[in-house]
């Protein structure tokens, strides 16, 4: 048992080394990005929320 662990973390080491990592630059580019459409997605959902309830609030009465 203790050997199949050591062999996997030998593995997994093995597998980081060969991974191409993002450069920092690379990384706060993509998190922005990521940042930036997930705000403005939820503002849009927001927006047509806020007009489908003002829309069933006016057939209702």
Do not use: C, H
């Not at 690379?26 to 047509?48: K, N």
């Amino acid at each position: 048992m203790v050997g199949k662990v050591r062999d996997f973390i030998g593995a997994v080491r093995a597998e980081f080394k060969r991974v191409s990592w993002p450069s920092r630059r690379q990384l706060l580019v993509s998190s922005s990005l990521v940042l930036f459409v997930t705000f403005l997605l939820a503002a849009y959902l927001g927006i047509v929320d806020y007009i489908i309830l003002k829309v069933i609030n006016f057939m209702l009465r």
